[in-house]
């Protein structure tokens, strides 16, 4: 009974140590300015591996290597976590409770970028013409008095008209739009500020969800800022796991082709280039820190490459004057 007890003091003295480090890493974290997405998968990995080492102020690279090593991550993952443990380390050198970071030395696998994925222009225009004419709720033919197609049509509309993230729209409040001016002030990674417009029929879209928004609050006698809500919980925001599921959904009753958010994204940057669009002007509109993550876009649009051609001396097979 004693040595039962000793081993739960041990689990519970452990236990508590893992909450502590996770709750400190996790203060480091925000005050660096990363999202609450990025601090709850850093978090999920950093969880992991304190499983396997409790105390990672007497951690070696050998017990970072053998925690990899147990598991069949693909390279990715194995990226990220490499970077969660880097940062981890990092915090505990910063804050003086190591003076050395064990991880100095181990470098990330490389990862082949795969080219971004989108949708033609015809595509894209059956997918939102589309949204009201199916139904993707199954049989509760009682969530129709929500008209929970008029959200769901503003969402893909967003979506596609102002290029965001679906992380990034479902934190939109309604004071973030403007109908006069068709922008939207989105708060993208790490903070990043910037300025999104949208077409005609997304402004359309936008003012039959806010009006169906409101009755849906006078049902339930609650106020929310949010600008997209549930049918249950409307004093919180939409979960991007259910925007997640619509797209796909929508997209499969739709053009039979089952996409993520980011496939409108994606399609959003791609047209914008095909149509002539300046590459920064696009990265401001993405909220791209790198002009080398927006150049992905020109790979994908192999027409506009073949018309950039046609200003070099040799395209018409001519010879230059020089």
Known sequence: DCAFAMSKMTQWRVSKMTCDWLAEFGGFLFSEGLSDGSIAEYSRILRQFLRDCPNPLSASTNDIVRFFSKRCWSPATMQLALATLKRFFRFLVA??????????????PKVPKPLPRYLSQTEVAQLLDRLTEVWVYGRKRKHRQFRLTVRDSAILELLYSAGLRVGELVKLKVSDIDLDAQIVRVNGKGSKERICFFGRVAKERLMAWLDERQRWLQVKKVASDWL?????????????????????????????????????????????????????????????????????????????LRAHYAFHPKAKGGESDD
């Open 95 to 108: 804050e003086g409770f190591r003076s050395d970071d064990p991880t100095a030395f181990l470098q990330p």
């Open 228 to 304: 997209f809500i549930g049918k249950r919980s409307p004093l919180r925001p939409l979960r991007r796991e259910t925007v997640i599921r619509l797209v796909n959904r929508y997209s499969v009753a739709t053009i039979g082709k089952r996409i993520s958010p980011h496939w409108l994204r994606h399609s959003f940057a791609s047209h914008l280039l095909a149509g002539g669009a300046n590459i920064v002007a696009i990265a401001e509109l993405l909220g791209h820190s790198r002009l080398t993550t927006t150049e992905r876009y020109c790979f994908v649009v192999p027409s506009l």
